[in-house]
């Protein structure tokens, strides 16, 4: 249960019982926290998990104003879209209130 809240989960989060199989190892999937969408694949809590981490460490070079104060940002964990607004961590952090 403790592990389950580290991710970010609620274990009080109501649960969709099916049976799926994870798109990416195969494993049979018996409850997920979501009823997923017709044809969109399926992960499993593990698979999901390597692929967020992987995700998470991902960061994008390049050269933005934060939309906030003008900061220079020369680092992101995302790829902006064209014409979007970024933030730098404080500004980020201070929207979120």
């Known amino acids: 249960m403790d592990e389950e809240k580290d991710n970010g989960n609620s274990s009080d989060r109501p649960k969709v019982q099916g049976n799926w199989t994870c798109a990416d190892c195969g494993v ?6 979501f009823q997923p969408k017709e044809g969109q694949p399926v992960t499993c809590k593990e698979c999901w998990l390597k692929k967020r981490n992987a995700r998470r460490g991902e960061m994008v070079q390049g050269n933005w104003k934060c939309s906030g104060c003008g900061t220079t940002i020369t680092e992101l964990p995302f790829n902006p879209r064209k014409g979007g607004k970024v933030f730098c961590r404080d500004c980020y952090r201070s929207q979120r209130g």
């Open 28 to 33: 049979e999937i018996t409850e997920l926290p």
